[in-house]
């Protein structure tokens, strides 16, 4: 099966309306397929009746913003319960939370010469709430401040860079429960984006698996073929099932399309393997 279990729309920083990425998953030949925006479930129940009407296997998903060892860490929550209170609640917090960055990322961006930034940034915004430092690159990029998204990241948005706004998100304890407590599967996202230590790399599966975590993300845009492997390693070592997602957030951005990814390697077990079977 083609399972693309990581993909965003524009209810939070991707550039396609819910429905929309339901239609380019069934046209990349996707079976099952997950929409999972940042901090962010609006979106899910036109994805599952987009989906629906297109005959593919629906995934309801959020990815979660927590902090862990002072870096960022995303975690998926896969086949949750969208409306569950303590998720909600948890989720509603983390986007007060990237409001009041972006009014901070606005003045940083003004001592840079870049002035209203964030009015920029909110042509692009479908949600205000879930404005993201994509959108700001997306404005930065359109008025010819830099030439690509990525360049928006080295030279202003990145870590370490000018405009760059440090944040508390959740902790890695809440998301995992309010995942857990929404009846989904906890699963940590493109691990080898974290630039950690292999020692904080450590804590972190360890801790993850400790609160009942229950995969990792092995396959995915990000990872290159060498870190497959080495994730693929991990999920063993540390007992946990392995995902597979595009990251998908706009035609033509990023490296990977929509379903268009290697298949898992044989020894792993698939965090969709039992919701995938109940349904045959």
């Known amino acids: 099966m083609n399972v693309d279990l990581h993909s965003h729309s524009r209810q939070s920083d991707g550039a396609l ?3 929309e990425v339901a239609a380019r998953a069934h046209a990349n030949g996707v079976d099952w397929w997950a929409l999972s925006d940042h901090d962010e479930t ?7 009746q987009a989906a629906q009407a297109h005959g593919l ?29 303590a998720l909600q609640a948890g989720l509603a917090e983390i986007r007060r939370s990237r409001f009041t960055r972006a009014h901070q990322l606005d003045v940083l961006l003004a001592d840079c010469g ?35 998204l990525q360049q928006a990241f080295d030279r ?17 304890a809440d998301a995992v429960a309010w995942i857990l407590a929404a009846g989904g599967k906890a699963v940590i996202a493109h691990p080898g984006r974290y630039k950690y230590t292999p020692q904080q790399h450590d804590a972190l599966f360890s801790a993850f698996k400790d609160l009942g975590g229950q995969g990792i993300e092995v396959i995915t845009s990000s990872h290159t073929s060498a870190q497959y492997k080495q994730y693929a390693r991990m999920a063993l070592q540390y007992g946990f099932q392995a995902s597979r997602g ?7 951005i990023g490296r990977t399309e929509l379903g268009r990814m290697p298949p898992l ?10 919701w995938t079977q109940e349904s045959l």
Do not use: M
């Open 57 to 85: 296997g629906f995934i309801p998903g959020v990815e979660v913003s927590v902090t862990f060892c002072q870096k960022t860490v995303h975690i998926l929550g896969l086949n949750i319960q969208p409306d569950h209170p």
């Open 114 to 148: 870049i002035a209203q930034a964030y009015a920029g940034a909110l042509k692009y915004v479908e949600n205000p709430d879930l404005i993201s430092r994509v959108h700001f690159a997306r404005h930065l990029l359109q008025e010819g401040h830099v030439k690509s």
């Open 246 to 252: 595009s990251d998908f957030h706009a035609p033509g």
């Open 156 to 172: 202003y948005l990145g870590e370490g860079k000018r405009a760059f706004v440090p944040t508390q998100w959740a902790t890695l």
């Open 265 to 274: 390697p044989d020894e792993l077990t698939p965090v969709w393997l039992d």
């Open 42 to 48: 609006s979106g899910l129940a036109e994805a599952a």
């Open 17 to 19: 309306a819910p429905a």
